[in-house]
């Protein structure tokens, strides 16, 4: 892991669990915004639930660490027995990202109605997950549907990523095998069975993360 494209940002201890616990699972997710990690930031300061990640990735696959991987906060947000256990025994990463986007002529949006280029989109055919609800979405008609164009994780991201589970992985003794039903909601990650899992593979709500060919190619890498 280059240690060098991590920038240590430091959430407030108020704003995260300085307690260790055995860790057992690495979770993937991303923040549904626009570029760059302030947004997000300043968004989990407002909120006294202590929901963060330990870790940023930003477009350019730098680290903005916020604590340490071995402390933790709210990142699941499951309505189940297991929500607390699971948040306290994972080390979770968020990949910078608008995430679903909508098409409008040849143009593409989040729902906040801001332009992403096209050479920044990914078009799943039969499409991955479901419009959530946003005032551009319901403008535009799509809420409920399925989505076929997400935000494209960045081949920087995608590195940063692989690195950073590779090194936690082995810190932790946490088996990085891949795990082909990580893409959909998964009773083996809700109950703790350890490895690599992203939001969705916890929450049938969520789109977090979309399986962008890419970042499958390089998670069997591990």
């Given at each position: 892991m280059d240690f060098n494209k991590i920038d240590w940002i430091g959430l407030p201890k108020s704003q995260y669990y300085q307690t260790t616990h055995e860790k057992t699972q690495l979770v993937l997710h991303h923040t549904a915004s626009g570029r760059g990690a302030d947004g997000d930031i300043n968004w989990w300061?407002?909120?006294?639930?202590?929901?963060a990640t330990c870790m940023i990735i930003t477009h350019d696959g730098r680290y903005k660490q916020l604590f340490s991987t071995k402390y933790w906060g709210h990142h699941l947000g499951m309505r189940n027995i297991f929500n607390q256990a699971r948040n306290k025994g994972s080390v979770a990463f968020e990949i910078d990202s608008w995430g679903p986007l909508v098409k409008n002529g040849d143009k593409y949006y989040s729902y906040t109605g801001t332009e992403v280029s096209s050479d920044d989109v990914v078009y799943y055919k039969e499409g991955f997950k479901h419009y959530p609800s946003s005032s551009y979405f319901r403008k535009m008609d799509v809420v409920g549907k399925p989505v076929h164009y997400y935000e494209r994780y960045t081949s920087y991201q995608i590195q940063s990523v692989v690195e950073v589970l590779q090194y936690c992985g082995t810190?932790?003794?946490?088996?990085?095998?891949?795990?082909e039903n990580m893409w959909e909601y998964n009773s083996d990650a809700v109950e703790g069975d350890p490895g690599i899992w992203a939001h969705v593979s916890f929450r049938k709500d969520k789109l977090d993360c979309h399986p962008q060919p890419d970042l499958i190619q390089a998670l069997?890498?591990?």
């Open positions: 300061l407002t909120d006294p639930l202590r929901i810190l932790y003794k946490i088996p990085l095998d891949y795990n069997k890498t591990l």
